[in-house]
């Protein structure tokens, strides 16, 4: 396993669509923060995004677990593995 630091930033979502998404968004993150998945995050002040700090196998396992979130498709990713 490695470790990854993913920006992602929101980009064509609308309030109401990322309010309604929000509950299950923050319940996945919450099970992949129980599970050693995610070992941190953190809200950008700026814009709506966030920074999370993963444990993966490589960067299409990354790819995949971010695809399980509502979020999901409304995100710009970078994804960056960390040493």
Same mark, same amino acid.
């Given at each position: ?18 309010? #309604? ?13 129980? #599970? ?11 814009? *709506?995004?966030? *920074? ?11 790819? &995949? ?5 509502? *979020?999901?498709? *409304?995100?710009?990713?970078?994804? &960056?593995?960390?040493?």
């Amino acid at each position: 396993m490695h470790t990854f630091m993913v920006d992602i930033l929101l980009q064509g979502i609308d309030t109401d669509t990322r309010l #309604n998404l929000l509950p299950r968004e923050q319940d996945l993150l919450k099970e992949w923060e129980d #599970n050693g998945t995610l070992l941190a995050s953190y809200l950008k002040g700026d814009t *709506y995004g966030i *920074y999370l700090v993963l444990m993966a196998a490589d960067k299409t396992d990354v790819d &995949n677990k971010l695809a399980t979130l509502p *979020y999901y498709p *409304y995100m710009k990713i970078e994804i &960056n593995t960390l040493k």
